[in-house]
T-cell receptor, first 116, second 113 residues
Framework: QKEVEQNSGPLSVPEGAIASLNCTYS??????FFWYRQYSGKSPELIMF????GDKEDGRFTAQLNKASQYVSLLIRDSQPSDSATYLC????????????????FGKGTKLSVKP | DAEITQSPRHKITETGRQVTLACHQT?????MFWYRQDLGHGLRLIHY???????NKGEVSDGYSVSRSNTEDLPLTLESAASSQTSVYFC????????????FGPGTRLTVL
């Protein structure tokens, strides 16, 4: 089982719809979770991070975390064509990894396409 | 404004040559990371550093080396470039081990012929 898994997509949604991006992780001890957005040919940029179970909202973006199910998701409300990008889920290694605990493990990303 | 820069942005080299990719950050971050990104593999960690004189191997470190002589820079060296090292390379930094956010540089596209 891969440490961080995402559906590769592409996920296609119409403009104005809600886009739902999902990520599962294998290490139950993971504590911190991140969503990055990467436009084609560009570098990843942070959208949100979440530590606690439940929802965290920032503008049109909502991150949801369920540690019992080892599942984190990103909802994008009122999707716009400018949201078309690859979305990377990243998980921080648990503390028991000692010196590498600052490292992030990335999923392969989900490509989102928002159609006008 | 603080930033993280990479140079060169594009590089074409030949098999067997030594190549060094530069990464420079002005945030005064302790932690710096090098990743490569390939289709089908996502971002994979090559090397990382938690401070000056500290370097550590990541999951795909064979054929790569780094050195950290100051806070701002973490150059990545390919000792003898191979075609399998054709990739896009990203440098990232974060403030301290317990902090959350890694900020990425613009990337270097390396082609090894």
């Amino acid at each position: 089982q891969k440490e961080v898994e995402q559906n590769s997509g592409p996920l296609s949604v119409p403009e104005g719809a809600i886009a739902s991006l999902n990520c599962t992780y294998s290490d139950r001890g993971s504590q911190s979770f991140f969503w990055y957005r990467q436009y084609s040919g560009k570098s990843p940029e942070l959208i949100m991070f979440i530590y606690s179970n439940g929802d965290k909202e920032d503008g049109r973006f909502t991150a949801q975390l369920n540690k019992a199910s080892q599942y984190v998701s990103l909802l994008i409300r009122d999707s716009q064509p400018s949201d078309s990008a690859t979305y990377l889920c990243a998980v921080r290694r648990p503390l028991r990894y000692g010196g590498s605990q600052g490292n992030l493990i990335f999923g392969k990303g989900t490509k989102l396409s928002v159609k006008p | 404004d603080a930033e993280i820069t990479q140079s060169p942005r594009h590089k074409i080299t030949e098999t067997g040559r030594q190549v060094t990719l530069a990464c420079h950050q002005t945030w005064n971050h302790n932690n710096m990371f090098w990743y490569r990104q390939d289709l089908g593999h996502g971002l994979r960690l090559i090397h990382y550093s938690y401070g000056v004189q500290d370097t550590n191997k990541g999951e795909v470190s064979d054929g790569y080396s780094v050195s950290r002589s100051n806070t701002e820079d973490l150059p990545l060296t390919l000792e003898s470039a191979a075609s399998s090292q054709t990739s896009v390379y990203f440098c990232a930094s974060s403030e301290w081990t317990g902090a959350d956010t890694q900020y990425f540089g613009p990337g270097t596209r390396l082609t090894v012929l």
